[in-house]
């Protein structure tokens, strides 16, 4: 079946350092964004990214959709970045319907 | 603009009861899908409104309802409340189906 899948599922970083969290997909994509789930639940937009290269400030995104995988690069972590961080993909077989994966979650320590 | 909410923000029910959730889109935006939230689960797929008519719908059982107005407004309906039911209903919006969402704030429910 459909399937999202998000790697690793838990990270643990210093303060400074730098990330990378991978999303995988099973099938052709029409749409894919991140988002970033606060304490309270609510999920911030990150990127809009069905394929390409986005940057937005320490944060930047890449998909490659013909090798079915996304990747969300965090550099310089700060402990505001801490949280859930989500991957949500639209397949193509089923435009309006979107799948999010297990998520990871972000401690970023001071 | 303003951006997508969500009405209760909180609720407690009680088994056996119904519950109505309301979601107010991005002004402009005709597209509206409500999510499910638990931690067991994670995040599922409800269904998807856009003008008016569920366009897709996920695996939940037939007490999960929904419907959309002619504003875009929608509302979804959870009938014979479960302890199961218990979750963070989330909804978002767009303004075309099957395009970049924006989320609410969600409605967080508790079944006792």
């Known amino acids: 079946g459909i399937q999202v899948e998000q790697s690793p599922p838990d990270l643990i970083l210093q303060e400074g350092a730098n990330s990378t969290l991978r999303c995988n997909f099973s099938?052709?994509?029409?749409?894919l964004q991140w988002f970033h789930q606060n304490p309270w639940g609510q999920l911030i937009n990150l990127f809009y990214?069905?394929?390409g290269t986005k940057q937005n400030g320490r944060l930047s995104a890449t998909t490659v959709a013909t090798e079915r995988y996304s990747l969300l690069y965090i550099s310089s972590s700060q402990t505001t970045d801490s949280g859930v961080y989500f991957c949500?993909?639209?397949?193509?077989?089923?435009?309006?319907?979107?799948?999010f994966g297990d998520g990871t979650t972000l401690t970023v320590k001071p | 603009k303003a951006g997508v909410t969500q009405t209760p923000r909180y609720l407690i029910k009680t088994r056996g009861q119904q519950v109505t959730l309301s979601c107010s889109p991005i002004?402009?935006?005709?597209?509206v899908s409500w999510y499910q939230q638990t931690p067991g689960q994670g995040l599922q797929f409800l269904f998807e409104?856009?003008?008016?008519?569920?366009?897709n719908k996920g695996n939940f059982p037939g007490r999960f309802s929904g419907r959309q107005f002619s504003n875009s407004r929608s509302e979804m309906n959870v009938s014979t409340l479960e302890l199961g039911d218990s979750a963070l209903y989330l909804c978002?919006?767009?303004?075309?189906?099957?395009?970049?969402?924006?989320f609410g704030p969600g409605t967080r429910l508790t079944v006792t």
């Open positions: 002004s402009g935006h005709r597209s």
């Open positions: 949500a993909v639209g397949f193509n077989t089923n435009a309006g319907k979107s799948t």
């Open positions: 409104y856009f003008s008016e008519t569920q366009r």
């Open positions: 990214i069905p394929s």
């Open positions: 099938d052709s994509v029409n749409n």
């Open positions: 978002a919006s767009s303004a075309i189906l099957g395009g970049e969402q924006y």
